[in-house]
Each structure stands twice: as C-alpha cells, then as structure tokens.
C-alpha cells in the first residue's frame, strides 16, 4: 500500500510518498503523477518552478519509481527536481543506479 | 638489450625456467625458502625502512620499520603453515580432493607510499605458492627496492630456490611494463597501484589481481568512547604521514557530539583550519584539473603542508582539520588524501550523518574501507551494511586495521580487495591462498536422486517446476 499527495506552494510541486514503491504500487500512482507534472513542464513555464518528491515516509523503491523519477526530471528539466529525505537504505539504492546527483537525492 | 619486448622476453623466460623448477619443490622445501626469506626480511626491517624514507622522502622511517615487520613477521604468521604444495584438502566424504598448483610467474608491481613492504610482503607470498616473481619498482623508490630484492633472493638461493625466481626491472618503462604485463607467459600481475595501472593490469589479457582507490570515512557515534575514537584516529591517520590507502580521510558526527568531538582533537594536537585556510590548502594539496591530492603532499607532515598551502599552524599540530559543508568536486579536500589531512562534517542527525557517509563512500572509495567508532551494535550493524567497503573497521585505527594482523584477524596484506566497486574480483586481503590453482580430483558418487528420478518426465512439458521437484525429493 502507497499513499500520496500533492502540494502546489510557491511554483513548488511537493508530491509526498508513504509506503512502499514496488512495482505494482509505483504504477498504480504513476499516471497521476504523471498528469500532476504536465503543468510543470520546463516548456509550460515562464516563471520558476520546481517539483519534489519527498519520499521520508518510504520504506522501498523499486526500478520502476526510480523511472518516475526520471521521467519526470526530464520533463521539468535539470535542477528543477529533487527527492527529498530518502532513508540512507533509499539513498544508496540512488548511488547504485548512479543517478543521486541528476535526480538531485538527499 | 635494446627492444623492449626483448627484455621482456628475456626476464620472462628466466621467470618459466625458475617456474618449471620451482613445481618440482615439495611442501617443506617451499616452507623452508619462505622462511629464510622472512627471517632475512625482519633481520634488514630497519635499514630498509631507512632506505625507502631516505630516497622517496615519503613517510616516517619508524613506521616504515612497522611496514616491513607486518610484511615479513605478521604475513609469515598467516601463511607458514598452510598448504600451498600438492594435495591441501581432502575429503572422503564428498570424494573430492583438492590438489595446489602454482599459478606461473608473478608480476609485482611495487607503489612509491609502501615499497620495501610491498616487495618483503609479494614477494613471499609468491614464494610460498612457488611462483617465481618479477619485481616492478617505481621510478623514485628504486634502490631501496632493488636492496630489498637482493636480500630476498639472497635468502631464497640460500635456501635451494630456483635461480630467477625473484628478479626486478632495473630500467622499467611504461612500455616494458605493458610488455610484461601482456606477455603469453606471464599467470598474474599482482597490481598494486592507481587506477591507471590497476586498469592496465586489466586490460592486459593475463589475469590480474589489483587494488581499488579509497576515501574512507570514519563515523564517530554518540555511543562511541571518544577519547579513545580520537587517539585511535590520530595514531592511525599520522602513521607513515597518512601513507596507508586505507587511512582515515573524512570524520562524521552528529551536530550532538560535534563540540565535545572537536574539543577532543584540539586537545590531542589537530588542529582546525578556517574558511581562508581551508581555501588555500585546497589550492595546495589537490589538482584542480583533475580533482585528486597533489603528489607533492604524499607522506609529509601536517607542518610541511601548512608551510607550503601558507597556513600558519601551532607547533606540534599533528593533523590539519577542515570542517567541510559538503561531499564532492565542489569540495576538493572531500576527496582521498594520503597525508595528514582530515575532512570534518558535522551533521545535523545520525541519519544525515550516515548518508554523508554513503556520499564519502562512493566518492571514489567504493569497496575500500570504512570505519565506525561505537559502543551500540544495531548502529555498527546498521553501518556497516550502508557502507560498500571490503573492510569495516569497528573502534580500530583504520590503516593498521585494514591492513590486518594487528587490530583483528584479517589476513595481513599490503594489497587490499575492493570488490566490483574498486574494479577487482574479490573485497578480500590478498594472500598467498589467492596464488594457487587449485585442482579438484573428483572420485565418482552417485547422485542417488538423480538416477532413480523418472528422466522422461524432463521431456514431458506438462509436467512443471514443482512436479518435478517433488518427485525428485521424494522419500528424502
């Protein structure tokens, strides 16, 4: 089981995880965050923006969620996305796939 | 002699005809060559730590002297009676019995930070194995290498070893070390180095066993004794001027503790360089082209480095401490520094200290080793399964420790494993067990389930996974 919510303050998407992101979950949830990101595409944007994924209440990624994750830098564009509070178990799951610096994980 | 593949050829056919003959030794005669070797060794520690510091200008002669006994003394404790010749392991059950063969010649390449230890420490373990070695000095360590190698092969000859079986590269090149290292007949180059050599060894098409690069960060727990923490650190990251690749590089704690840990090293001689200081040493000690320590600063002490990055230090200072904000290019002195320089990070909570940790980890120290001052063993656990390190040092000098023999029970070894992470094949100490092929004689033994399995039900596609598993264990 996953839960999830969107807060949009000051041209910040936070999208907040709790649970368990397997495979299954993650897709369940992927559309919407899917839907959620269009308006905050690099291209839809005049001002700044920014979308985090905050992720302290996540016990467990799997590929797929890390997929998300780069779907969706690549449609907000570098240094407009971060993942925020991963467990150093989720931290170094990032390491490994060698994406912790683009994803902008801490 | 010339052309390069030439003297190739020649060290290389000296090092075969020492093989073929080296194969014909049993047990006791090997055993015999190994310790006369090593009584040589520990005889000359001295004058050959004198040596290498004289004409490298790398490190602390004293230590060095630790060096050479841990390379002769503590590696002759762990190997003298193994079973290096013919049959080392049988068992009548399984049928199967294990015989030990020489792997063939060795090429030993020799690292400036530790040579005479390296060569005393290579140079039996290949002799324990009978294999004849080739030694590759560096460039501004070669005469304390080539000393260390006549009273090697002094000993060996005296003791009935084949002739050639240890010889050096007096006029090595880079071109006569890709010669060798790719020679038909070379078995194995024990690779201990950078990164560029360790990939050539790779590259090479003969097999190769090399070393990774570390960063090894320590953690300083709430639970840990930190006086002792701090006395352990200093004692470690001064030995040999930091020269151990497996020396502390980077200290962790919790905001909580921070003032009580700083006051600590104060209070044992470090000292802790401002925000200007710490600019100027990073325009000292690290390349800014390339993001690593400048070779200038190996082995020196804190004083020598304070006086060239202009840095004025009290007298006595024994470590340079620079309290960083971050991990990476951003923050040059993040990255591995073999001399006495410490990155310092005070981290809001141990879980931010932890992934600061895992940051240090993979910043080019992926396999190496990692240390945990603590009293609290889910945290030293929980630690050390975070950590990518062949080695987790727990409440230990981090050199002396990874090094093993002293602090723990590690195999001694001047040549540390780093996993897949450091690009090698194995996270263990290297030693002699690494230069053997072992050959398995196996005596027939039924495989009783085997034969009284229905084979015919494998052509049968119907019949799935479980099926078969249950009839094959069936009455088992």
């Known amino acids: ?50 979308v985090v994924f905050d992720i302290a209440q996540v016990d467990y990624i799997a ?43 801490s | 002699m010339n052309n390069i593949q030439d003297m190739a050829d020649e060290l290389m056919l000296n090092a075969t005809m020492a093989a073929g003959e080296f194969q014909q030794l049993d047990q006791s005669s090997t055993d015999k060559i190994v310790e006369n070797i090593f009584k040589a060794g520990l005889n000359n520690r001295v004058k050959l730590a004198r040596l290498a510091q004289e004409e490298t200008g790398i490190g602390v002669w004293q230590h060095k002297v630790l060096k050479n006994v841990l390379a002769t003394q503590m590696v002759f404790e762990n190997i003298k009676n193994e079973k290096t010749v013919g049959v080392i392991k049988k068992d ?4 199967i019995v294990e015989i030990a063969q020489p792997l063939g010649p060795v090429f030993a390449v020799i690292p400036v930070t530790n040579p005479t230890s390296t060569i005393l420490f290579k140079i039996l373990i290949s002799m324990k194995t009978r294999n004849p070695v080739i030694i590759s000095p560096p460039r ?81 727990d709430k639970s840990a004794d930190i006086p002792f923490a701090i ?18 590089q980077s200290i962790i704690v919790e905001k909580a503790i921070s003032d009580i840990v700083r006051k600590e090293f104060e209070k044992q001689h470090c000292y802790f360089i401002d925000e200007m200081e710490i600019k100027k040493l990073e325009d000292y000690a690290v ?16 004083s020598f480095i304070a006086e060239k990055a202009g840095i004025n230090i009290p007298e006595g200072t024994k470590i340079l401490m620079a309290r960083l904000n971050g991990v990476g290019t951003e923050y040059p002195l993040s990255v591995e520094i073999l001399a006495p320089v410490l990155a310092y990070y005070e981290c809001e909570n141990y879980e931010a200290a932890i992934k600061t940790c895992i940051d240090l980890n993979f910043l080019g120290g992926i396999g190496h080793t990692a240390a945990i001052y603590a009293n609290d063993e889910e945290r030293i656990m929980e630690f050390s399964k975070l950590m990518n390190a062949g080695r987790v040092v727990v409440n230990t000098p981090s050199s002396l420790g990874a090094v093993g023999g002293l602090f723990n029970t590690l195999y001694t070894s001047l040549t ?35 034969f009284q399995f229905d084979l015919t039900k494998y052509i049968d596609e119907n019949i799935d996974a479980d099926n078969i598993l249950y009839n094959y264990y069936k009455n088992y």
């Open chain 2, 231 to 248: 006395e352990n650190i200093i004692s470690s990251k001064t030995f040999d001027n930091g020269t151990v690749c497996a020396s502390e």
């Open chain 2, 416 to 450: 540390l494993g780093c996993g897949t992470g450091g690009k090698n094949i194995t996270t263990e100490n290297i030693s002699a067990h690494h230069l053997i092929n072992i050959q398995r004689v196996c005596r027939r033994k039924k495989n009783v389930q085997w």
């Open chain 2, 287 to 302: 390349l800014k082209e390339k993001g690593t320590m400048n070779p200038e600063i190996v082995g020196k002490p804190a």
């Open chain 1, 1 to 50: 089981m996953v839960n999830f919510n969107f807060d949009n303050i000051s041209n910040t998407l936070y999208c907040r995880f709790a649970g368990r992101l397997d495979t299954e979950n993650t897709l369940n949830i992927s559309e919407t965050v899917e839907e959620k990101l269009k308006g905050h595409s690099a291209k839809n944007q005049k001002k700044a923006f920014s």
């Open chain 2, 92 to 95: 009548d059950i399984s049928g």
């Open chain 2, 140 to 220: 501004n360590a070669i005469n304390c290498c080539k000393e260390t190698v006549n009273i090697c092969y002094e000993a060996a000859l005296a003791a009935g070893a084949p002739e050639d079986c240890i010889q050096i590269i007096e006029h090595g090149s880079r071109e006569l070390t890709h010669a060798i290292m790719s020679h038909p007949h070379l078995a194995l180059t024990l690779a201990t180095g950078g990164t560029g050599l360790v990939h050539a060894a790779y590259s090479s098409g003969n097999p190769a066993i090399g070393v990774g690069p570390g960063n090894v960060p320590v953690f300083i």
């Open chain 1, 63 to 105: 590929s797929a969620f890390i997929r998300v994750c780069i779907k969706s830098v690549q449609q907000t564009g570098e240094g407009n996305f971060s993942v925020l509070n991963a467990s150093p178990l989720i931290k170094k799951t990032f390491k490994i796939a060698g994406l912790d610096k683009e994803l902008n994980v």
